[in-house]
């Protein structure tokens, strides 16, 4: 019954450390970059959004023959669902059909 338990191989407690140790120090140096993709992938997110919105001005304008604003491409069902950003950033229709996020300056204008 010794020999039986003599002869079993497995990992020391020191290994099991060194293993423990190497993967906490990759989950620290990969956490930052994960957070970093995400502020990218919601700016993204919003420049598409913007897009998006442009061409539902557009068509807008051709069918209605008019400048929109937000809520009245909403009860038209040109725009589904959120009229925000993926961010929260709140978007704006300008005087000539112009889009962008509220608050910012877009082509040098106010």
Known sequence: MRKLWLNQKGFTLVEMMIVLLIISVLILISIPNVTKHSANIDKKGCEAFVKMVEGQVEAYKIEFKK????????????????????????????????????????NGEG
């Open 67 to 106: 400048i929109p604003t937000i809520s009245e491409l909403s009860d038209a069902d040109f725009l589904k669902g959120a009229d925000t950003c993926p961010n929260g950033d709140e978007i704006e229709i300008g005087a000539d059909g112009s889009v962008g996020i509220k608050g910012k300056v877009k």
